[in-house]
């Protein structure tokens, strides 16, 4: 049924901080597919699986033998995929699915004529196991993030494992989206995206005792909160500032952020995407920034082992992980869901996972770059515009749908 307005008023996006919540990061393809995998096998009641990307393939295989033998001993399984992300998954590996018990369900399917509610995506990498366990990140069920499969070329990426109180909130978060796929197709997606983000509750302090986490949501469309806080956050920041993404092109209130707090002194490090990328042109875009940053004593190294895909930043001792890149797109579009932190102990493990990477990354020196050829900056400049103008675009579409009756019909 068409999906209206109605629907939305329970949509809820702001979680409280819980305390006593135990986090793990699991960085790479071999330590977080193994843990998810054994949690699946052992799992009593059920497993909610809401991923962007889910391909055919032999990864696809293992983890569709598990499903199948959790349902056969009475496990409820969910899973909710994005129409777009996991169009790989083969019709015949769907029926698989359906086959074998596992209750699939897809995010806004395409419809012709309906170009606003089609940018509306599913983004999240979310499991759940028994409401016990969850894992939150950037990994999806594909051959490229499983070094077993594709060794060396495995994308990089990382899950943070979660218990405690802040597990309930993903549970929620995530039959959130199921019930809004189960309506059906976004036809309403316009008026769905305009309701307003509600202000959060004030950070708690960290305590030797205890990890103060929350669950940190979005649904596209303006004052996006996982950006809104991510900016404030490095504004504030003291000691330090660590920002890695995939795909920088940040929306302007992130780059002013990034360049004040640079400038009066705090130590603030990019980690971005290298020559291995599956998007080249958007990081030219980003590379149009790099000079600018640089100049305001922002440091930046380019990891070179493989593609990065990992989403994480921290700001002193409050940290997050999980599926949003902070650029744009994602700000203006997706639906989001990472977990932060306020934690020294947490803290430490994400300056180890930086630490990890800048082994394989280059540093970006501020001299040699400013001694770039004429032709990179032509390419870099070219496609920053490009990024920047359609999604300018899209959003004078998004605008005019919204002023028309029926809100994007």
């Known amino acids: 049924m068409p999906l209206t307005a109605s629907p939305h008023a329970d949509i809820r996006l702001s979680w409280p901080w819980r305390s006593r919540c135990t986090l793990s990061i699991q960085a790479g393809g071999q330590r977080y597919l193994p843990h998810i995998r054994t949690a699946m096998q052992g799992a009593r009641k059920s497993i909610c699986v809401e991923l962007y990307m889910c391909n055919s393939g032999a990864l696809f295989d ?15 399984v969910r899973l909710l995929l994005d129409a777009i992300g996991s169009l790989d998954l083969d019709d015949d590996d769907a029926e698989r699915l359906r086959a074998a018990g596992v209750t699939l369900q897809w995010f806004n399917r395409v419809r012709p004529g309906h170009l606003i509610a089609t940018l509306i995506r599913d983004h999240r990498k979310l499991i759940i196991v028994d409401d016990e366990r969850a894992w939150v990140g950037g990994m999806g069920i594909d051959d490229r993030y499983d070094p077993r499969i594709s060794g060396e070329e495995a ?9 405690g109180p802040v597990v309930a909130d993903f549970r929620s978060l995530f039959d959130q989206a199921w019930q809004l796929a189960a309506a059906g197709p976004l036809t309403g997606a316009v008026r769905w995206r305009l309701g307003g983000h509600p202000r959060r509750s004030p950070a708690r302090r960290a305590h030797a005792d205890t990890t103060w986490a929350r669950v940190n949501a979005s649904r596209g469309g303006p004052n996006n909160p996982l950006m809104r806080t991510l900016v404030r956050r490095i504004l ?3 000691e330090s500032v660590w920002l890695c993404t995939p795909y920088f092109l940040p929306p302007r209130s992130l780059l002013k952020a990034l360049l004040y707090t640079a400038r009066r002194g705090v130590p603030v490090h990019l980690t971005l995407c290298g020559p291995h990328t599956d998007h080249p042109w958007l990081r030219y875009a980003g590379q149009h920034y790099y000079q600018r940053l640089l100049q305001a004593g922002v440091t930046i190294s380019e990891y070179d082992a493989r593609f990065l895909h990992l989403k994480a930043a921290r700001a002193d001792q409050w940290s997050t992980l999980g599926s949003f890149n902070f650029d744009r797109w994602n700000s203006s579009w997706n639906l989001e869901a990472n977990v932060e932190a306020v934690d020294g102990h947490f803290a430490d493990h994400v300056r180890a996972l930086r630490a990890r990477l800048d082994t394989e990354s280059v540093p970006i020196c501020a001299d040699q770059w400013g001694k770039r050829s004429a032709w990179q900056r032509w390419r870099q400049a070219l496609w920053n515009q490009a990024g920047l103008r359609l999604i300018k675009i899209l959003g004078s579409l998004w605008r005019t749908a919204r002023q028309r009756p029926g809100g994007g019909e």
């Not at 499903?67 to 009475?74: C, L, N, P």
């Not at 994308?155 to 218990?163: G, I, K, N």
Request: hydrophobic share 65%; aromatic share 12%.
């Open 62 to 76: 293992e983890w569709l033998a598990v499903w199948k033998a959790a349902v056969a001993r009475g496990v409820e």
């Open 155 to 163: 994308w990089m990426d990382a899950m943070v494992a979660c218990e």
């Open 236 to 238: 504030r920041a003291q």
